[in-house]
């Protein structure tokens, strides 16, 4: 694919690419368990919650099947590991960070840099996925800065904004105020821990049907779709390579993936919400 359509692939999520984020997500958390067992240790997985369902709505598209879904589940507010009792023990950080002579240094635009370890048993699990620790670096950091670019650059194109104001009238006609459809999944993620799960189902299936039902009219994702191709053709050649090799790398952390699961080291794919 060229360099344009491969940045905007990593950029643009889809019920797709979020499903492909949450087998990534778990091959790691599997592959880093496997690895602590095998140096007498225990690692204790997350719970994810089902894979996001092709029915999941995002920013970009919306889902396909029935009921609408933003797929936010009580999981989704889940970010690291359980308390694991044996973190304690010797040797125990070590085997899952490796050494501080594993450090490395990434510089991101904009002057930012991150930190991060390319040893121990987290190490060998990113690198077996990505090809590289420093590529899962770029591909977790990368798209996150260039997406708080886009939507400051939204807040400059007409017809987006023109689509955005039919789209906030069409949810207010449906008794949902909501600034756009990130916000729409931020209200719904807030209340992921404080409603029960049916709650949680029912309200934020009302919204997303609300949101895919107000975006016919308005054009709002098409618009959007639209603002980030103008976004992606302003990029600089180093941001567009460093995004197309994003794409490259999560495609064949994708391929290790499914590997892994044929393999019966992983999960097969299923149905599910967005975890």
């Given at each position: 694919m060229p360099a344009l359509a491969l940045a905007r692939s990593v950029l643009?999520?889809?019920?797709?690419?979020?499903?492909?984020?949450w087998y990534r997500e778990r091959a790691e958390q599997q592959l880093t368990a496997q690895c602590m067992k095998r140096r007498g240790f225990v690692y204790l997985i997350p719970r994810m919650g089902p894979p996001p369902g092709l029915n999941t709505v995002t920013e970009f598209a919306l889902g396909r099947g029935y009921p609408a879904t933003y797929g936010v589940t009580p999981e989704s507010l889940i970010a690291a590991p359980p308390s694991n009792p044996e973190a304690a023990r010797p040797g125990y950080q070590l085997a899952l960070d490796g050494p501080a002579s594993s450090l490395r240094k990434l510089s991101l635009p904009g002057g930012a840099s991150v930190g991060y370890g390319t040893g121990g048993c987290q190490g060998s699990a990113r690198a077996r996925l990505f090809g590289s620790v420093g590529a899962y670096v770029l591909s977790s950091y990368l798209p996150q800065i260039e997406k708080i670019l886009f939507e400051k650059s939204l807040g400059r194109d007409q017809a987006y904004l023109s689509a955005l104001h039919r789209w906030q009238a069409c949810m207010r006609?449906?008794?949902?105020s909501v600034a756009n459809p990130g916000d729409a999944v931020d209200s719904i993620l807030k209340i992921a821990d404080k409603t029960s799960e049916a709650d949680l189902m029912r309200r934020q299936t009302a919204l997303a049907a609300a949101d895919a039902g107000c975006d016919?009219?308005?054009?709002?994702?098409?618009?959007?779709?639209?603002?980030?191709?103008?976004?992606?053709?302003?990029?600089?050649?180093q941001t567009l390579t460093q995004l197309s090799?994003?794409?490259?790398?999560?495609?064949?952390?994708?391929?290790v993936t499914r590997e892994a699961a044929a393999g019966g080291h992983g999960e097969r794919p299923r149905s599910g919400r967005r975890h």
């Open positions: 643009a999520s889809t019920a797709s690419s979020l499903r492909q984020g006609a449906d008794k949902f016919r009219p308005s054009h709002l994702r098409q618009r959007t779709n639209q603002a980030l191709g103008k976004f992606v053709r302003s990029l600089s050649r090799d994003i794409a490259r790398s999560r495609a064949k952390a994708n391929q």
